[in-house]
């Protein structure tokens, strides 16, 4: 069924899903929900429940996801992170491991983003939660963790000055994600990025804003298995 499938005429007219994606680069192809309708979001999820395809849902709105789980109703969602997976249970792990370090309560929706595409990529994950630089002992508390990562996401808003801290501490690179989260000042998370694009700690390589899923994506690469990503 794999090689006869074949999209019809009302899903071609919006969409051309990239199944072969996996053969060329080793991972699925990801739908961005935004700026789609549900109806053309449940296009693309029965499609791709027809091929079989391992496939992330960014971006979803509830709406989205109703649509989504109509046509695949057994399909993982995670409400604040605004993402879908299909199928639910992610991939064995492969690889070294990837930490999601998240600046703030308040920056956990996009580093739950990054946490589970990186899961779904075949990674180990873990989390480490509201450990920002007002208070440098709780990011300290969790070194050993952190060093035993093959690669790190940090996740931070206002100041943004969390992944050049964390760089200084660790030996495994660390992509950094700006969010959106802060006051006037912040410019919807202009003002962490350039932080991190500033920082003076080397092996630091910065996503766009709020961008958990390429922050994600980035860490599944630079943590997979010798020879493969």
């Given at each position: 069924?794999a090689e006869s499938w074949?999209?019809?005429d009302?899903?071609?007219a919006?969409?051309?899903?990239?199944h072969?994606r996996v053969?060329?680069r080793?991972?699925a192809?990801?739908v961005?929900c935004a700026?789609k309708?549900p109806?053309?979001?449940?296009?693309?999820a029965?499609?791709?429940?027809s091929?079989?395809?391992r496939?992330l849902?960014?971006r979803?709105?509830?709406?989205?996801a109703?649509?989504?789980?109509?046509?695949?109703p057994?399909a993982l969602h995670d409400e604040?992170?605004?993402?879908l997976?299909?199928p639910?249970?992610?991939p064995?792990?492969t690889g070294?491991g990837?930490?999601?370090v998240?600046?703030g309560?308040?920056?956990?929706p996009?580093?739950?983003?990054?946490l589970l595409?990186?899961?779904?990529?075949?990674?180990a994950v873990?989390i480490v939660a509201?450990?920002?630089v007002?208070?440098l002992?709780?990011?300290?508390?969790?070194?050993?963790?952190?060093?035993?990562?093959r690669?790190?996401?940090?996740?931070?808003?206002m100041d943004?000055?969390l992944p050049?801290?964390?760089?200084?501490?660790?030996?495994?690179?660390?992509v950094?994600?700006?969010t959106s989260?802060?006051?006037?000042?912040?410019?919807?998370g202009?003002a962490p990025?350039l932080?991190m694009l500033?920082?003076?700690a080397?092996?630091?390589?910065?996503?766009?804003?709020d961008?958990?899923?390429?922050?994600g994506?980035?860490a599944a690469q630079i943590?997979?298995?010798?020879?493969?990503?």
């Amino acid at each position: 069924m794999a090689e006869s499938w074949q999209p019809d005429d009302a899903l071609r007219a919006f969409a051309e899903l990239d199944h072969d994606r996996v053969a060329r680069r080793g991972y699925a192809e990801a739908v961005y929900c935004a700026g789609k309708t549900p109806e053309q979001v449940a296009a693309i999820a029965a499609a791709i429940g027809s091929r079989g395809t391992r496939t992330l849902f960014t971006r979803a709105s509830e709406e989205h996801a109703k649509a989504v789980l109509l046509e695949l109703p057994d399909a993982l969602h995670d409400e604040g992170a605004r993402l879908l997976a299909w199928p639910a249970a992610p991939p064995e792990p492969t690889g070294g491991g990837v930490v999601v370090v998240a600046a703030g309560t308040s920056d956990l929706p996009v580093a739950r983003e990054a946490l589970l595409t990186a899961q779904h990529l075949g990674r180990a994950v873990q989390i480490v939660a509201d450990v920002g630089v007002a208070g440098l002992h709780r990011v300290l508390g969790h070194l050993d963790t952190l060093r035993a990562a093959r690669a790190i996401v940090v996740v931070a808003g206002m100041d943004g000055a969390l992944p050049g801290v964390v760089a200084g501490l660790v030996s495994a690179p660390v992509v950094a994600v700006p969010t959106s989260v802060g006051y006037g000042a912040a410019f919807q998370g202009v003002a962490p990025l350039l932080t991190m694009l500033n920082a003076c700690a080397p092996g630091v390589a910065v996503v766009n804003i709020d961008n958990g899923y390429g922050a994600g994506h980035l860490a599944a690469q630079i943590a997979a298995p010798f020879g493969t990503g």
